[in-house]
């Protein structure tokens, strides 16, 4: 079954948000009623995260039908198998990821790995967990949390289209990682869902035009 989530002005963690950020209730303000359905896929999902590692969303999505088609419209740990690294590579697929997609494969196929059993576990564990597979790090793990699992206290400081809206709003002079969490603390525990009003921001162009707090 597909999870559907909805925040509007009237719910819970909105109205905790706004209280606590100007900056970001304005960005909330603009866009509206948040909605999405979370990832039921989880192992393409893995896939298509290591795929989009260092290229834009575009290029990725242009591999990842490329593979899909080649594994006759369904990417499963089955049909990853059957191919060769080279066949793979055909595709555009870089050679590290072409050997990262079949480590995951292997961990999953020898039960190194379970995903499934994920979200019993703190988003730690989870991040320990995934990161035991060379070729997925702390980004991809927590693209997999928040995207996947719907945990909803998760900062992608690593994320580029992230770090591209965070400074759009708050433009901020140091832009560290300790700063940015630092920043980011008064989202707590609903962090994840002002990451999604950034992301959702970025996707509708907003970000294109200067952001004015009183506008």
């Known amino acids: 079954m597909v999870k559907n989530c909805y925040f509007d002005k009237n719910s819970p963690e909105?109205?905790?948000l706004t209280k606590k950020d100007k900056h970001l209730a304005k960005v909330i303000d603009m866009i509206g009623p948040l909605q999405y359905?979370?990832?039921s896929d989880s192992y393409h999902f893995l896939i298509h995260e290591i795929i989009e590692?260092?290229?834009s969303k575009k290029v990725a999505l242009i591999l990842d039908k490329r593979l899909t088609e080649?594994?006759?419209?369904?990417?499963?740990p089955q049909s990853i198998a059957q191919l060769t690294n080279e066949q793979i590579?055909?595709?555009g697929i870089s050679k590290p990821k072409v050997t990262y997609i079949k480590n995951l494969t292997v961990a999953l196929t020898c039960k190194k790995l379970e995903l499934k059993t994920l979200n019993t576990l703190?988003?730690?564990q989870v991040i320990q967990k995934l990161t035991q597979i060379k070729g997925i790090g702390n980004w991809s793990a927590k693209m997999y949390?928040?995207?996947a699992l719907d945990r909803r206290d998760?900062?992608?400081f690593e994320d580029g289209a992230f770090l591209e809206s965070f400074r759009w709003v708050y433009k901020p002079k140091d832009s560290s990682v300790k700063s940015i969490q630092k920043k980011c603390q008064k989202w707590h525990p609903y962090t994840s869902i002002a990451a999604r009003f950034l992301y959702k921001a970025q996707d509708l162009g907003l970000t294109k035009t200067p952001f004015h707090l009183f506008k």
Do not use: A
């Open 70 to 76: 080649t594994c006759q419209g369904e990417i499963t």
């Open 89 to 91: 590579h055909q595709l």
């Open 14 to 16: 909105i109205i905790y």
């Open 145 to 147: 949390l928040i995207f």
């Open 37 to 39: 359905q979370l990832i």
């Open 53 to 55: 590692q260092m290229l």
């Open 122 to 124: 703190s988003n730690k």
């Open 154 to 156: 998760v900062l992608p």
